[in-house]
C-alpha cells in the first residue's frame, strides 16, 4: 500500500489539482489512481485534474478510458502532462491541454539544450480538425488538410501535404528562418517567429506556396516554381 | 432482435437534431421497424415536445439508470406508430447523473428489444455528448450550411475519430437552394468539401417543420412536405437502401456532382 502511495503525488494548483504519477505499469499506476480516488471520495469530487504521466506512452483507448473512469467519479480531466510526444499527440487528439499554466520546472531543460530537437519532425498523416492543436519542437509534416480552428505550433518549419485553412506558427521560440509550406495556403492566419499574417484571400485555382519572412522581416507568400 | 445504436449530434445548438431524431424515428417506424428513441439531453429535454409525447411521461432516462422503475415502464409507446417508443430525458436533474458507462448498459439491455435506437444529443462537447455517444454503433453528425455550425461540426468529427468511432455520416440541414444560387449560403458541396466524410442527407428548409415540431406532429408524417422526403430518404439510407439525392432545383450540376460526391466514398 506504501508503494503505491508513492507512486502518485498530488499538488494542489490554481485552479484544480495536479497529479504526478511515478514510474511503472501503467496498468498498475491506473489502479493505484483509482484507488486512491475512491477512498478520499469527498476529496476529489468535482475536481478538475492535471495529469503528469512523466515518460509513460499512452494511447488514445487508454485515455479515454481513463478520463471516462475519472468522470463517473465526477473529475474532469481537463490536461495531461508528457514527455513523451506520443501521449502529448494522444491528449491534443482527445482535446486535453498539454500545457498547465505553470510549467514543470524540468520543461525548460528538456527542450533547450536539446539543438539535436529542432532537426526531429513529427509526421502527422490525417488532417487536422477545428479544435486540434499539435505543439511540437521541431518540424511538422501534415499529410492531410489543416482545417479552421485547428492549429499548429513548430518551433522549426511546417509543410502540409493539402490544404492549410486554420491557424500555423512556424518557428515559435524565434527562428525567423522558419518557412511554412502548403498545396493550398489559404490560412485564417499565419505566424513566423513574431510576426503576425491575416491572410485571408480565398484561392481561386490553388497552387503550392511557400511562406517565409523577408529581408524586411515581412511575412510573405510565393507561389512556387519549378526551377 | 438486435438493435442498431444510432447517435446524432452536431456541436452547435439549434441546428436541428431534435428535429431529425424525431422525423428519422417516425420514418424508420413508418416502415415497419421496431424504433426507441432515448433523448440524451438531461436537464433540456424536448425530444418529448417534438414527438408529441410530453403529457405521457411517467419515468425518465435517470429513473432506469438509478433503478426507480423497469426499463420497460420508462418506454413511452407513441399514439401514431404504434412500434415507436420514446425514453424521455429528466427535467430536472443534469448530464453527471449519467455517466457513459450506464448508457451502454442501456443501449445493451435495450439491443434486444427493437430494431432501431436513435439517441438525441445535447448540444456541446462535453458530459452530455460523451454520455450520448458512448453506445452509439453508427453517428450522424448534422449542419447547417453556416460556417460556425460546420466549423463545430468538424470538431465533432476530429472527437469521434479520436474516440475510434470512425467517420460518422453527415446530414446536411436547412439547406435553402435559392440562397445557395445567389451565393449567400454555403452550397452542400462546400460542406463536404471541408468536412470530408460521407453525406447521408440534405434536408431542405421548409417552413412547415416549424409547424410539426410545434405541434408536435414530426413532418416526416407528411407525404408532401420536402423536408418530410428528405428525412424519409436518410431513414432509407440507414436501412442500407441506395436512394439518389432529392432535386432541390438548385445549381445545374450540383446534384450530378454531388453523387459523384458521395458515391466515391
Known sequence: MDKQKDALQIKGLRDGLLIALGPGEWKDLQSALLQQIEARQPFFRGARVALDVGSQTLRVNELSALRDRLSEQGITLWAVVSESATTEKTAQLLGLATRISKPRPQEAQTHTPKTTDTEAALFIGRTLRSGMRIEFPGHVFVFGDVNPGAEIVAEGNVFVWGRVRGMIHAGSKGNTQAVIGALDLSPIQLRIADQVSAMLRPQQNPRPELASLSEEGKLQAVPWQPT | ?265
Not at chain 2, 439508470?65 to 412500434?83: N, S, V
Not at chain 2, 453508427?138 to 476530429?158: F, H, K, M, Q, Y
Not at chain 2, 467517420?167 to 451565393?183: F, G, Y
Request: net charge negative; proline share 5%.
Open chain 2, 1 to 265: 432482435m438486435s438493435a442498431k445504436i444510432i447517435t446524432i449530434t452536431s456541436g452547435k445548438g439549434g441546428v436541428g437534431k431534435t428535429t431529425a431524431v424525431a422525423n428519422i424515428a417516425v420514418a424508420l417506424a413508418s416502415d415497419g421497424k421496431k424504433v426507441c428513441c432515448i433523448d440524451g439531453d438531461i436537464g433540456l429535454r424536448n425530444l418529448d415536445v417534438v414527438m408529441g409525447l410530453e403529457n405521457r411521461i411517467v419515468y425518465d432516462l435517470v429513473d432506469v439508470i438509478e433503478g426507480r422503475c423497469r426499463l420497460r415502464q420508462a418506454m413511452i409507446r407513441d399514439k401514431r406508430l404504434p412500434e415507436l417508443y420514446l425514453i424521455p430525458a429528466a427535467q430536472t436533474r443534469d448530464k453527471s447523473a449519467v455517466s457513459p458507462s450506464d448508457m451502454v448498459r442501456l443501449c445493451d439491455e435495450l439491443r434486444p428489444e427493437v430494431d432501431w435506437v436513435l439517441i438525441d444529443s445535447p448540444a456541446g462537447i462535453e458530459r452530455g455528448f460523451r454520455n450520448a455517444i458512448a453506445a452509439a454503433d453508427e453517428v450522424l453528425v448534422i449542419t447547417n450550411p453556416e460556417v460556425s455550425a460546420v466549423r463545430d461540426a468538424d470538431r465533432v468529427v476530429g472527437l469521434l475519430e479520436a474516440e475510434g468511432k470512425g467517420a460518422p455520416s453527415l446530414v446536411i440541414n436547412r439547406l435553402n437552394p435559392s440562397m445557395v444560387r445567389n451565393h449567400d449560403m454555403l452550397s452542400a458541396e462546400d460542406v463536404l468539401d471541408l468536412l470530408a466524410i460521407p453525406l447521408i442527407g440534405i434536408v431542405p428548409e421548409d417552413e412547415s417543420v416549424i409547424v410539426g415540431t410545434n405541434r408536435g406532429t414530426p413532418i416526416a408524417l407528411d407525404g408532401k412536405s420536402k423536408a418530410g422526403q428528405a428525412f424519409r430518404n436518410i431513414a432509407l439510407r440507414l436501412q442500407g437502401q441506395q436512394v439518389p439525392f432529392l432535386d432541390l432545383d438548385a445549381h445545374d450540376g450540383l446534384w450530378a456532382r454531388l453523387q459523384r460526391l458521395t458515391g466515391r466514398k
